[in-house]
């Protein structure tokens, strides 16, 4: 089945440590993105990659860091500069140039920072 | 920076009730795209607005795409309790911009 893997699917951390999450694609897709939901909230961009070994910030990529060394990973780093990074993370991808597609997204990885 | 607002946040509706949703953006849009997400889960795509002033249907929901390109609705008529949820539009310009959400509970 094709589709994207994102995980682990709930993880928790202390204050103070770095996690990645992991998100797969073999959908051969070119673009990948990462977003935050807040409860209640709409979806907020950390990063995207439109090609391999290049990415670029969103609109709240402070605190995340991302790589893109295959088409098919896109993994992110929670890393303990974000100042509140409990959330539900969800990882995108899609075909084509930037005016098409849909995304496809994960099922998504909720973080939980005790 | 580019804004997709959407209204309302939340809507609750008595099932058969009709429900519609409003996306508006601050800036022209190539296209637009509407997403489902159930509640705990991830969203899925529903549907892309290319054309100024296109109309779209599936089944009970109809999507219009403002003649300006900059405002576009989702209207859901008759509804079910599968139709909750919440539903967010997607503008497309340079990246994508999503909407800010409209919650929908059905009260059967």
């Known amino acids: 089945d094709g589709g994207i893997t994102q995980s682990p699917k709930y993880l928790f951390r202390k204050e103070g440590q770095n996690v990645t999450l992991s998100c797969e694609q073999n959908l051969n897709h070119d673009a990948m993105y990462w977003y935050r939901q807040d409860p209640g909230q709409g979806l907020r961009l950390i990063y995207y990659?439109?090609?391999?070994?290049?990415?670029q910030k969103g609109d709240i990529a402070e605190g995340y860091s991302v790589s893109r060394e295959k088409k098919e990973s896109f993994p992110l780093t929670v890393t303990s500069a974000q100042k509140n990074p409990t959330a539900f993370y969800l990882c995108?991808?899609?075909?084509?140039?930037?005016?098409?597609?849909?995304?496809?997204f994960g099922e998504g990885s909720r973080l939980t920072v005790l | 920076g580019q804004q997709v607002m959407q209204i309302p946040q939340y809507q609750h509706v008595q099932e058969g009730e009709d429900f519609t949703t409003y996306c508006n953006s601050s800036?022209?849009?190539?296209?637009i795209q509407w997403y489902k997400q159930r509640p705990g889960g991830h969203p899925v795509f529903l549907i892309q607005?290319?054309?100024?002033?296109e109309v779209k249907k599936q089944k009970r929901l109809t999507f219009q795409f403002g003649e300006a390109k900059k405002n576009s609705s989702l209207h859901i008529t008759a509804t079910q309790t599968t139709d909750v949820g919440t539903y967010f539009c997607a503008g497309i310009g340079n990246q994508f911009y999503f909407g800010t959400g409209t919650s929908l509970t059905v009260i059967p």
């Open positions: 990659s439109q090609i391999v070994n290049d990415f």
């Open positions: 800036t022209t849009l190539s296209n």
């Open positions: 607005l290319v054309k100024s002033g």
């Open positions: 995108a991808s899609r075909t084509g140039g930037m005016d098409t597609g849909e995304l496809f």
